[in-house]
């Protein structure tokens, strides 16, 4: 694959994930993390599916491989040609059933959680910059979010294959950082409002 298919995959992949986690409902999410690993999607039809980070995967490789004159042509699973088996949403067992009441509080204060982690976002440059850069593209695909955040942040000519690996290095490094100041906000709003409770 290209790097072309590569990089706007990616951008496609980030811009979808967060449209799902603003509009969808959580369907399932992760025992370990309480992250939501799945989302009710409704499709232009009307119809609702599940769909996971994997699908949203699938979804921006199809799309990016399109824009950049590829196809892929992948046989359905049988989940995805049989009518009707896509909205599978199992009883959740004993040991999830904590994590899954936990989830409606936490996903209607994920504005809250991502606030109070991001701060002013000064402790994220790399970060800050990619995001001030994406929300003026109209097509994250052609925008070259990464080459004018590298020319910002580092200067020289657009696009300058070294610079870009930085801005990757630093994004990537400051992207952990970021999802580990979440973790620990997401946290202690668990642990505040169980002690609430508790105190009731």
Known sequence: MSDD??????????KRLSEIIETCEVSAVLVDTREPSAWQYIRRDGETIVVTRKTLQYWAVRDAAARNGYRLDVKPEEIDATPGKQITRGIPHADKVSTLAVTPYLSGNSEAIFR???RDGSEYPTL???LSHA????D???AGVMGKTAQELYGGPRNSSSKVQRVRDAGTKEWRALSADLDVVR??????????????
């Open 140 to 142: 994250l695909g052609r």
């Open 128 to 130: 800050r910059a990619m």
């Open 135 to 138: 929300s003026h593209a109209d």
């Open 5 to 14: 298919v590569t990089q706007d995959a990616v951008l496609i992949f980030a």
């Open 116 to 118: 109070s982690a991001w």
């Open 187 to 200: 946290d202690e709003m668990v642990y505040r409002g169980m002690r609430q409770q508790a105190g009731d």
